[in-house]
């Protein structure tokens, strides 16, 4: 009896695996119908999406101040020892308080270059191998993927920048 339930987990392995090698052996991936079928290797073609970073130039205008002029110097008191609305009491001399006006010279325009980036997307062919299970009959009606035999490859591309 001991002997049987050592047996019996081998048992079940084998017959399960047997069970998928047959139904997997029947089944083809294209037609369903249980054929005999093998594992062959199919390229597909996909687009993939790829980011282009074209890089280049911008111009930004700024202006460049001259020198200016004094106009005037200006002076106040300010007593800080009774400034309302102030929580505060704080008590102090009064503080003379100096500055001096200023006339504005001439300015220049002056440019400078920045540089600019833009990305844009570009959609592409990509092609990858895959593993399917099919019949004799699936396998023949396969159609040849054509692939162009002399791609145009560039060597340089230049990108221009919108401003």
């Known amino acids: ?20 090698q047959r ?26 999406k ?14 460049i101040p ?9 002076c106040s008191c300010i007593d800080c020892s009774c400034l309302e609305g102030v929580d505060n009491k704080v ?9 001096n006006e200023w006339i504005p010279g001439t300015a220049k325009v ?3 270059k920045k540089l600019m980036k833009r990305t844009t997307t570009k959609t592409i062919p990509s092609y990858k191998w895959v593993v399917e299970e099919v019949c ?3 396998e023949v009606s396969f159609e040849p993927l054509e692939i162009d035999p002399n791609p145009h490859v560039p060597i340089l591309v230049q990108c221009e920048l919108e401003r």
């Open 1 to 20: 009896m001991l002997r049987l339930f050592k047996i019996a987990p081998l048992l079940v392995f084998l017959f399960l695996a047997l069970s998928t």
């Open 66 to 74: 001259g020198p200016s002029t004094a106009k005037c110097s200006k």
């Open 136 to 138: 004799t009959d699936c």
């Open 110 to 112: 002056l440019t400078k």
């Open 50 to 63: 790829d980011e282009i970073t074209c890089w280049g130039c911008g111009c930004e205008e700024f202006c």
């Open 91 to 99: 008590s102090s001399k009064p503080k003379k308080f100096v500055w």
């Open 23 to 48: 139904t997997a052996a029947q089944c083809c991936e294209r037609c369903g119908l249980g054929k005999p079928c093998k594992k062959v290797c199919r390229l597909i073609c996909e687009e993939k």
